[in-house]
């Protein structure tokens, strides 16, 4: 499992980082399975906990920045991309 998550991560792991993952991801599944045996019969499903809308700002167009402003502190750049060591690798 663990190697899995790596895998989608695009992480390199040292066996004692493993070791650690496992032990947290196992914490979290217990937990999970202490939640399932909560009783919720006769509780009202819900999306939102707080039933307050956020305050929400108008939308008004802004001029962007140049692509001169954008890269200007970038390491590399690709045409219009930044462009950046793949991701894990060391």
Do not use: C, Q, Y
């Not at 499903?45 to 707080?50: G, Q």
């Amino acid at each position: 499992m663990i190697e899995k998550l790596e895998k989608l991560a695009s992480l390199r792991l040292e066996e004692a980082e493993r070791k650690k993952i496992l032990k947290d991801v196992e914490e979290i599944l217990h937990w999970v399975e202490v939640l399932k045996e909560i009783d919720t019969e006769g509780v009202p499903p819900t999306t939102h906990p707080f039933l307050s809308s956020l305050p929400l700002r108008e939308d008004k167009p802004e001029t962007s920045l140049s692509d001169d402003e954008v890269f200007k502190n970038a390491k590399g750049k690709s045409g219009r991309f930044f462009k950046i060591r793949r991701p894990g690798w060391r």
